[in-house]
């Protein structure tokens, strides 16, 4: 399958606009299991040939250009190949670079975008090149960006510790909300606080988060992290209660959960 996989890449590194592919996800990092999908990143810039990606990608499959997916995971398709699922991401290019240089000056931002329940958290871009694998790269400029990437910027691991602050503001407003017994707003503010104390750990410790999942379970892992981090986020996500007094109970919990969070990252 490897070897399909590397074929692949060679083949799509020759479309009209594509400057190369990197293989992204679990098996870039070594963690896949038998059934983990192939994930492939398409690099482009200004605007990939779609008809010769249609006609690599076969009439059956469905090719969603720049925007297809959302402003953030831009396009691509879903393939399967002797039984796997190979899911083709396209990235533009000097939109990775834009944002590669923003994170660079501590600038980030969370877009809404389909699939990413706690929003596109833009250093996911320069993360994905950094923890991915040159597949294809006739110019060896995927290489020379994850080269670049390959250092955590300091100035992004400040803003994305300092954005704990957002944590305190939500739970402020979850407050409000429990006393009226509005579970819906109280558990999106709950979610959020631990996917943005989540985010802060991994960046306290300069390791790419690229989305939710799997995000909770090497977070708790960290060096630093508290001791009952984990137990206590499953906790308010699983169960944060119907009552006032429930929800007001869980409230209380996340707040000292992001107390200690924030006292461990040495704000």
């Not at 294809?136 to 400029?141: K, R, S």
Request: hydrophobic residues 45%; negative net charge; contains cysteine.
């Amino acid at each position: 399958m490897r070897t399909v996989i590397e074929n692949m890449a060679s083949q799509l590194a020759r479309v009209p606009g594509v400057v190369g592919v990197m293989l992204g996800g679990s098996r870039a990092r070594g963690e896949e299991r038998p059934e983990s999908d192939w994930d492939l990143g398409v690099y482009y810039r200004g605007a990939p040939d779609l008809d010769a990606l249609r006609a690599l990608a076969g009439p059956e499959v469905e090719v969603a250009g720049p925007g297809g997916w959302g402003p953030w995971v831009n396009g691509g398709a879903w393939l399967r190949v002797e039984g796997v699922a190979v899911d083709w991401i396209l990235r533009d290019l000097d939109r990775v670079g834009r944002v590669w240089a923003d994170c660079r000056r501590g600038r980030f931002e969370v877009g809404t975008q389909a699939g990413h329940p706690l929003g596109f958290w833009s250093p996911c871009y320069p993360g994905e090149v950094a923890l991915g694998l040159p597949l294809a790269d006739p110019t060896g400029e995927l290489t020379r960006l994850k080269e670049q990437a390959a250092d955590y910027p300091e100035p992004l691991r400040d803003a994305l510790t300092a954005a704990t602050w957002e944590a305190g503001f939500l739970l402020d407003t979850a407050a409000k909300s429990a006393a009226r017994a509005d579970a819906l707003h109280v558990s999106l503010c709950l979610s959020r606080t631990v996917g943005i104390l989540v985010q802060a750990l991994h960046a306290h410790h300069r390791r790419w988060c690229l989305n939710e999942k799997g995000a909770l379970a090497v977070a708790e892992q960290l060096p630093d992290t508290p001791a009952d981090f984990g137990t206590t986020a499953r906790g308010l996500l699983a169960a944060p209660g119907g009552s006032a007094a429930e929800l007001t109970a869980a409230v209380a919990r996340a707040r000292e959960l992001t107390r200690e969070t924030v006292a461990a990252l040495g704000r």
